[in-house]
């Protein structure tokens, strides 16, 4: 058994050396004792050469102990090369000397020099910083560039970058309370322990404070917090400034990893990061804060990083885009060929601002065209420049549609997160992106003064003079239009990178927190150009846009579009009168919506009239898209579209389309294990990698029939790459040439795609693997069953199956399911797919997402069955 010093740390690790000094605030000939922890020793021991040496460089009031796990996984498995890992204790910190002389930012930049001076690190060195320990790290780094490799940094900052100092600190170096709260008490170790999430084990607390038992061995806590150089006439602050410079030299691949709930760092010193380190790979793991390294893995990314060349992996759009070759037709040519054209490209059913219906608003080609054009010259008047991120919190309609082709025209990065996603989930969304500017409605000026959302703010409405101090809005959307570009309009800049950055588009938050999904301008057209080849859709096509994603892709395709008058954000908001109003407007010939947006369509359809009847009468085409819809529902919508062709197109905001099936295909498939969402769209590939025994997922692309795995999308509209969040990006790619979904199923015999569920969802039984959603459509086949989810209920590999369903009537209250209903449930489960299940229990509604209101949140299921069965209150799942 290995002796352990501290918990996780071995007595092999610990090592002292005596050092001497150069640094100014130390006598002539000084020498210290230092403390680190260093696997050296180890890999000697096995015989193992390192690739080079990561040098680990703790804050305050932490010490080496901090990095234990990378000393942990400094040797991988099989293939890959070892690292030392050299996890420093500062001086007057950790288990280091106290030297007794206050140590300056640049005393100790020179310490760590000295350091590895007499350790003989001659590289290749990868510097690792936290806290205050990032920006010692990188002015090493900066002077030691002929050893330098790389450079990790968790949450820290390398300058105030022109804000105030963070409350915390503030209170900390308050005369009143700076002494007593870092050297006298424990105070400052104790709250910096309880950032930690989740809290940290009673022997890990316990370790962190070890070298600061009593106030002397504090002292160099106190004198840390007191060398914060919070403006220009702190001692510290000329060499803070000349780190913070010459960090822009460093070319060395960079990788930052980034705890959002830091109430010191906050994303704001990510950014400032970011804008000094352009090359440098990023990940938010959302959930964590200040103590990053104690709230996630942080040595499998690293090394993972290290292992990966240091840079990101190619996704499935690159390779497809390479085989399909290089032709690229902006999102604007269409809206730029129609600048003389007096029809309809744009109508608002209830203009934006009005207080009740007030009849549609109408833009033609030729208007929109001008409209952004000045749009686009006013966001450059006010400083908006190519690559610039403008999150944009207004609803679909005129308004959105300008302000999205304005910022497609001079090149700034759209950032779209929707009001669904919930007031945390959009917090999280913006906070996450960034954005430099920010668009929106009242409402979404006022949460932003609320939630603190970056970004000088634009607001959509004219407001008083009290309001705008109060949201500090520093334009509005009129004062845009009416600048510079009244007396010139036209287009703005000249061409468009195709492979610039042009979207981040954030998913519907239905499987974990909303990510953001970034795209080119490249893969915007080409997603463009899918829909158009896929379902023929011509310029003079009129659609209804009642799903949220196609609402702004009318004028890219040459379509006339109307938004009907409904909340997007919230599908079940669509009403049959509502859909038969737009359609009459503009004479749609197409329609999208959701098929929550369709369920309340076909529940209020009794009240449309003769003249709406005949207006949806006209509509050629109908796709639905969001989730799978049963044919009976497609069924009962076909009998109000009666000259539609009826789509449901599979795809997510990663790659939307993938494929594609009609009402008459759906019927041909007939049923089988999951839903058949038909054959891959124009200039898609689909692939399986095959689900193992255990549940775990080949690296391996197959199209062998009836395989059961993870779907695999190749196509030049799948997006580019998931924003600041490189493990999952690198994840997603780690199939050449694919993006791999994250949902379950198999090709059929005909090349047909079916959908089994999320590999989530999927059950790892005693019997083998399962997938949900064949047993959830046979149980909802039985009498006085309505929507249906099947869970698995326990350990891994152990694992029972639980339906939970509504009922019809609702059940009025949530528990276990009548007996009756139970049997019928069991028994059409069993008969159809060999499963068993070990309960039927019942809810009066399935927990779905905001965004689409028709995805089962089967995780909170779960969760909640477990709880149900245990004996726990039923409560709302």
């Known amino acids: 058994m290995v002796a352990e010093l501290w918990p996780g740390v071995p007595a092999s690790w610990s090592r002292r050396v005596r050092v001497p000094s150069t640094a100014a605030v130390d006598p002539a000939g000084s020498w210290h004792n230092w403390h680190l922890l260093d696997n050296a020793d180890d890999l000697a021991e096995r015989g193992l050469t390192p690739a080079g040496t990561l040098l680990c460089v703790h804050g305050n009031p932490t010490w080496s102990y901090l990095w234990r796990s990378l000393l942990a996984a400094a040797v991988p498995a099989a293939g890959a090369a070892p690292w030392r890992v050299v996890a420093v204790d500062q001086l007057d910190m950790g288990f280091s000397e106290r030297t007794g002389v206050f140590r ?50 968790g949450n820290t900052a390398v300058h105030p970058a022109g804000f105030a100092l963070p409350a915390p600190l503030q209170l900390a170096l308050h005369p009143a309370v700076h002494r007593w709260g870092t050297t006298t008490s424990d105070a400052f170790l104790r709250v910096t322990h309880a950032l930690a999430h989740p809290p940290l084990a009673k022997d890990v607390r316990a370790a962190f404070m ?57 994303d704001r010193y990510l950014r400032d990061l970011m804008d000094r380190l352009p090359q440098a790979e990023v990940h938010r793991f959302e959930g964590a804060g200040h ?7 942080i040595a499998g990314p690293v090394f993972q990083w290290l ?130 500017y920010l668009v929106g409605i009242e409402r979404a000026l006022a949460g932003a003064r609320l939630f603190g959302w970056p970004g000088v703010r634009i607001s959509v409405e004219e407001l008083g003079g009290a309001k705008r101090r109060l949201y500090k809005v520093a334009h509005s959307l009129r004062e845009l239009e009416a600048g510079p570009a009244a007396e010139a309009p036209g287009p703005v800049s000249g061409q468009i990178d195709p492979d610039a950055d042009a979207a981040v588009l954030f998913t519907s938050g239905s499987t974990g927190p909303a990510k953001g999904v970034v795209y080119t301008h490249r893969q915007l057209a080409a997603m463009r150009d899918t829909l158009k080849q896929t379902y023929e859709l011509q310029a003079g096509t009129a659609l209804v846009a009642g799903f949220a994603p196609f609402a702004l892709l009318g004028p890219a395709l040459g379509a006339t579009s109307v938004t009907p008058d409904m909340d997007v954000t919230a599908p079940r908001t669509l009403t049959a ?34 003249p709406q009847r005949d207006a949806l009468a006209q509509v050629e085409l109908l796709l639905s898209a969001g989730a799978p819809i049963p044919e009976p529902l497609l069924a009962r919508v076909q009998e109000l579209v009666p000259a539609a062709s009826l789509h449901t197109p599979y795809g997510m905001t990663e790659a939307l389309p993938v494929t594609d099936i009609s009402l008459e295909q759906i019927r041909d498939a007939g049923t089988g294990n999951g839903v058949c969402v038909g054959t891959p769209v ?73 959908v089994e569920g999320r590999l989530g969802h ?108 245990a004996g726990g209150k039923a409560g709302r799942p």
């Open 104 to 153: 300056r930012l640049e005393d100790r930049i020179t310490d760590l020099g000295d350091l590895t001076e007499a350790l003989d690190l001659t590289g290749p060195v990868v510097t690792v910083g936290h806290d205050w320990g990032g920006i010692i790290s990188l002015g090493w780094a900066t002077r030691h560039r002929s050893q330098l490799a790389g450079v990790v940094l």
């Open 682 to 754: 124009a200039g898609a590939r689909v692939a399986i990698a095959a689900l193992r025994p255990d549940g775990s997922v080949s690296d391996e692309p197959g199209t062998e029939p009836d395989t059961t795995g993870e779907i695999l999308v190749s196509a030049p509209h799948v997006k580019d790459r998931y924003d600041r969040l490189w493990i999952t990006q690198q994840h997603s790619a780690s199939v050449p040439g694919w993006h791999r979904t994250g949902d379950v199923g198999h090709l059929d015999g005909a090349g047909r795609l079916w």
């Open 210 to 266: 070890a070298p600061y038992r009593n106030a002397a061995r504090r002292q160099g806590v106190g004198n840390f917090v007191a060398d914060i150089p919070a403006d220009e006439s702190h001692p510290s602050w000329p060499a803070l400034e000349r780190v913070a410079d010459e960090v822009r030299l460093l070319e060395v691949p960079a990788l930052l990893l980034w705890g959002p709930r830091d109430p010191v760092f906050s």
């Open 577 to 610: 009168a509502a859909l038969a109003d737009a359609a009459a407007v503009v004479g749609a010939t197409a329609v999208f919506a959701s098929p929550a947006a369709l369920a309340n369509v076909l529940a209020t359809a009794e009240a449309l009239d003769r």
């Open 307 to 436: 292992a990966s060349g240091r840079s990101g992996s190619a996704g499935g759009a690159e390779a497809a885009r390479e085989a399909a070759g290089d032709v690229f037709r902006p999102m604007l040519a269409e809206l730029d060929a129609r600048r003389q054209d007096g029809s309809p490209a744009v109508v608002d059913m209830v203009p934006l601002g009005a207080e009740g219906p007030d009849g549609p608003k109408m833009l033609s080609w030729a208007d929109l065209a001008e409209r952004v054009d000045r749009m686009a010259a006013g966001l450059a008047s006010i400083g908006v420049r190519t690559g610039d991120r403008i999150s944009l919190l207004v609803p679909p309609g005129i308004e959105l549609t300008t302000l999205v082709y304005a910022c497609l025209r001079i090149g700034a990065v759209i950032v779209v997160a929707d009001a669904g996603l919930g007031a945390k989930g959009l917090s999280r969304a913006i906070q996450g992106a960034g954005p430099a």
């Open 762 to 869: 999927i059950l790892t039984t005693a019997a083998g693997v399962r997938t949900p959603v064949a047993a959830e459509q046979l149980a909802e086949t039985a009498d006085g069953a309505g929507r249906a989810a099947v869970v698995g209920v326990g350990p891994a590999g152990a694992q029972v199956a639980v339906a939970v369903l509504e009922t019809v009537p609702s059940a009025r209250t949530a528990g276990p399911a009548p007996q009756q209903l139970a049997q019928s449930v069991r028994t059409a489960v069993l008969n159809g797919t060999d499963l068993e299940l070990a309960a039927v229990l019942a809810v009066r509604d399935l927990p779905t997402d905001i965004r689409h209101n028709s995805k089962i949140d089967r995780t909170a299921l779960a969760a909640w069955a477990a709880k149900v069965l």
């Open 291 to 297: 103590l990053l390294p104690e709230d996630v893995d």
